[in-house]
T-cell receptor, first 113, second 116 residues
Framework: DGGITQSPKYLFRKEGQNVTLSCEQN?????MYWYRQDPGQGLRLIYYSQIVNDFQKGDIAEGYSVSREKKESFPLTVTSAQKNPTAFYLC????????????FGPGTRLTVT | AQKVTQAQTEISVVEKEDVTLDCVYETRDTTYYLFWYKQPPSGELVFLIR??????QNEISGRYSWNFQKSTSSFNFTITASQVVDSAVYFCALRVYSGGYQKVTFGIGTKLQVIP
């Protein structure tokens, strides 16, 4: 079955700790994305990558970092510099080009206390 | 700057009623793409439809239909004879893509509750 996997589904961390969220896809898509979703807000783009070893900042990249060493994987690190890290994080992928829809993973709900 | 406005944050309808979800967008680009996604309680967004800025043809897929009007910058979504399984949050999204640059903007979503 082709798709996107994100793990874990729920993640709890103490303030001041970095945490890495996993995202893997087997759809052979070039482009991958990370979004953050907060209650009452739409999805906001954190980072995206259109090709291996390249990525671009989205609207709210501060306090986050990513890597794209493999086509299938696009992990997101939430650093201690992110002031409000508690949120629902969604990973997506798509074929290259604006016409293509994005396929989303099931999301990771991160709670930082 | 891009913007997507979904003015209806929550809608409740009784099963079998028709319901229209509104989406108004803003962009200066002449080439752009519009999308609707459904987010059920499980959290995973599911793609429903896309339209490019040069294709104003309306579309019907079963109980779903979409009305794209460039003159009013709107891309509205209608569910006919709603069912309980339609209960979800629906997002409208605008995407601009030009070479190595892309910008994706989502609306805040409309939460639809279909009451049996």
């Amino acid at each position: 079955d082709g798709g996107i996997t994100q793990s874990p589904k729920y993640l709890f961390r103490k303030e001041g700790q970095n945490v890495t969220l996993s995202c893997e896809q087997n759809l052979n898509h070039d482009a991958m994305y990370w979004y953050r979703q907060d209650p009452g807000q739409g999805l906001r783009l954190i980072y995206y990558s259109q090709i291996v070893n390249d990525f671009q900042k989205g609207d709210i990249a501060e306090g986050y970092s990513v890597s794209r060493e493999k086509k299938e994987s696009f992990p997101l690190t939430v650093t201690s510099a992110q002031k409000n890290p508690t949120a629902f994080y969604l990973c997506a992928s798509s074929l290259q080009g604006g016409v293509y829809e994005q396929y989303f993973g099931p999301g990771t709900r991160l709670t930082v206390t | 700057a891009q913007k997507v406005t979904q003015a209806q944050t929550e809608i409740s309808v009784v099963e079998k009623e028709d319901v229209t979800l509104d989406c108004v967008y803003e962009t200066r680009d002449t080439t752009y793409y519009l999308f609707w996604y459904k987010q059920p309680p499980s959290g995973e967004l599911v793609f429903l439809i896309r339209r490019n800025s040069f294709d104003e043809q309306n579309e019907i897929s079963g109980r779903y239909s979409w009305n794209f009007q460039k003159s009013t910058s709107s891309f509205n979504f209608t569910i006919t004879a709603s069912q309980v399984v339609d209960s979800a949050v629906y997002f409208c999204a605008l995407r601009v893509y030009s070479g190595g640059y892309q910008k994706v903007t989502f609306g805040i979503g409309t939460k639809l509750q279909v009451i049996p």
